[in-house]
């Protein structure tokens, strides 16, 4: 069984600043990607931002130079600094990982259960 506990959402004004952080427990081998994605109402989910296990990252063009993805490997913890939110990133954010469970030969996507993030005045 593997777990991924998002925490870190809430209400911000527009302009302020968010982080929210994700950590995955279970029988977990190896983590690949780690991630996050974000749904807003009536829309389709959406990649957020990712980080490789070589630190590699992508961003989506709609939060390039305001959000941040960062992993500590050791907690196998994602994390997500955002700063200047405005009220279109508004959403459900959802944690990603790829990883390997034990007894497991393939890697697989898991999910988090989401956590809200509000911008608004």
């Known amino acids: 069984q593997v777990h991924l506990v998002e925490s870190g959402g809430g209400l911000v004004q527009p302009g302020g600043s968010l982080r929210l952080s994700c950590a995955a427990s279970?029988?977990?081998?190896?983590?690949?990607?780690m991630g996050w994605y974000r749904q807003a109402p009536g829309k389709q989910r959406e990649l957020v931002a990712i980080?490789?296990?070589?630190?590699?990252?992508n961003y989506s063009d709609s939060v390039k130079g305001r959000f941040t993805v960062s992993r500590d490997n050791a907690k196998k913890t994602v994390y997500l600094q955002m700063d200047g939110l405005k009220p279109e990133d508004t959403a459900v954010y959802y944690c990603?990982?790829?990883?390997?469970?034990?007894?497991?030969?393939?890697?697989?996507?898991?999910w988090g259960q989401g956590t809200q993030v509000t911008v608004s005045p």
């Open positions: 980080i490789t296990n070589g630190a590699g990252t």
């Open positions: 279970g029988s977990i081998v190896s983590i690949n990607s």
């Open positions: 990603n990982a790829v990883l390997r469970r034990m007894l497991s030969l393939r890697y697989s996507d898991h």
